[in-house]
T-cell receptor
Framework: DAGVTQSPTHLIKTRGQHVTLRCSPI?????VSWYQQVLGQGPQFIFQ???????GRGNFPDRFSARQFPNYSSELNVNALLLGDSALYLC???????????FGPGTRLTVT | EDKVVQSPLSLVVHEGDTVTLNCSYE??????LLWYKQEKKAPTFLFML????IEKKSGRLSSILDKKELFSILNITATQTGDSAIYLC?????????????FGKGTKLSVIP
């Protein structure tokens, strides 16, 4: 079975631009969560979606938004990019909200 | 605010050694504690612990949770160079209807031949 997939793998953007990151969960998984991981730190929770509804939001500004589609895939949008948004963005899926989460390979975002 | 502290932050051992990684936590609505291994990018799921005192094992890896003292340990016996990675501990908070994970900074394990 295919694991969690994310696209693109790498991305370079300029300050002030907008970015969209995409995630496809493991087949049968209905919950998707997004995390930001900066160098030397553990992943930090951004959003959780379950059955296409936002179920949790971490301590991130409103520039960050996400949505989940009927096929349970998800996208993360970040507006007005700042240098500090440079990080590895990880998507994780789980069968349901209370099950173990499996991570994708991440998207490495660099903001210049 | 939920908090996870891992120790040590880094560790260098020789092949064949046994290592113990520590994770202490503070969480408002504890649901579970999870261990992940991160080599390049994607953290790989190792264990999910919900009950205190019950050891989970997978090959040379094992983990146990102490809900009274709020900590967990991850043991790796007969270490191999392939065990070199960052080991992440996370706690799951089930408050407010979400099941978000709070991670520690990780323990970087280096196994030398």
């Amino acid at each position: 079975d295919a694991g969690v997939t994310q696209s693109p793998t790498h991305l370079i953007k300029t300050r002030g631009q907008h970015v969209t990151l995409r995630c496809s969960p493991i087949s049968g998984h209905k919950s998707v969560s997004w995390y930001q991981q900066v160098l030397g730190q553990g992943p930090q929770f951004i959003f959780q979606y379950y059955e296409k509804e936002e179920r949790g939001r971490g301590n991130f500004p409103d520039r960050f938004s996400a949505r989940q589609f009927p096929n349970y895939s998800s996208e993360l949008n970040v507006n007005a990019l700042l240098l500090g948004d440079s990080a590895l963005y990880l998507c994780a899926s789980s069968f349901s909200r209370s099950y173990e989460q499996y991570f994708g390979p991440g998207t490495r975002l660099t903001v210049t | 605010e939920d908090k996870v502290v891992q120790s040590p932050l880094s560790l260098v051992v020789h092949e064949g050694d046994t290592v113990t990684l520590n994770c202490s936590y503070e969480v408002t609505n504890f649901r579970s504690l999870l261990w992940y291994k991160q080599e390049k990018k994607a953290p790989t799921f190792l264990f999910m612990l919900t009950s205190s005192g019950i050891e989970k094992k997978s090959g040379r890896l094992s983990s146990i949770l102490d809900k009274k003292e709020l900590f967990s340990i991850l043991n790796i016996t007969a270490t191999q160079t392939g065990d070199s990675a960052i080991y992440l501990c996370a706690v799951e908070d089930s408050g407010a209807g979400s099941y978000q994970l709070t991670f520690g900074k990780g323990t970087k394990l280096s196994v030398i031949p």
